[in-house]
């Protein structure tokens, strides 16, 4: 199936905008921006909503305003009334276990603690929807977790998160068409080039050169 809602996770209002826990919202905001899309209060879903047709098939998204812990209640409201599968779902958000500039594209699973995911589990009853991780990092310690996903990312993590995105955003139409291997496929390479190692000259008989950690 393809995916015809599109959600981003995070919580409202300025304070949080910035917080590494928004990841969501920053990939949903890029996505309007490149379909020329303008997000809308919409009180029946609770949350802000866009509406566009791609080859002729409803495709919506969704961030949802209730708070985290309530993300379910937007979702499995818009859901229902759209008839849409929970198959038919992708759910954008961050993960504490994947490094800024990086994400992973995974279809059902726990929630492995994530409230957000925990709330859209309930409301839907069962976790079979489809999901993008979005790579923060993991402060070290579980009790700084909280902390650390309601504060900004430094400088050079927002950069790393920011080109994940703009990176991910190239498998939007392997989604909308129901390519989820190819979806698959450009995520999970679209990975940071890595620099080489320098090349050894011709007739150069010695070890090569070491290479920086």
């Known amino acids: 199936m393809s995916i015809k809602l599109f959600v981003g996770l995070g919580n409202p209002g300025p304070e949080y905008e910035a917080t590494r826990h928004n990841a969501g919202f920053w990939w949903i905001d890029a996505l309007a921006r490149d379909w020329k899309l303008t997000l809308q209060p919409e009180r029946s879903y ?8 791609i080859h002729g098939q409803n495709v919506w998204l969704l ?12 979702v499995g409201a ?8 929970p198959e038919e779902i992708l759910v954008v958000h961050d993960e504490l276990d994947i490094v800024p500039g990086q994400a992973k594209l995974k279809l059902g699973g726990s929630h492995a603690g994530h409230n957000g995911l925990r709330d859209i ?27 650390w996903v309601l504060k900004k990312p430094l400088r ?43 090349r050894r000259e011709p007739g150069d008989g010695g070890p090569p050169a070491a290479v920086p950690g």
């Open 46 to 53: 609770h949350g802000l909503v866009a509406r566009t047709s």
């Open 156 to 198: 050079e993590q927002r950069e790393a998160i920011d080109d994940t995105i703009v990176r991910t955003l190239h498998a939007v139409p392997a989604l909308v068409a129901g390519e989820m291997d190819k979806a698959t496929l450009l995520i999970h390479t679209s990975k940071p080039p890595r620099p080489k190692p320098p």
């Open 121 to 147: 589990h309930a409301q839907l009853g069962t976790g079979d929807y489809w999901r993008l991780r979005i790579g923060i990092g993991h402060p070290g310690v579980k009790s700084e977790v909280v902390n």
């Open 78 to 85: 818009l859901a229902r009334f759209f008839k849409i599968a």
């Open 63 to 74: 961030e949802p305003q209730t708070f985290m812990n309530l993300s379910g209640k937007a």
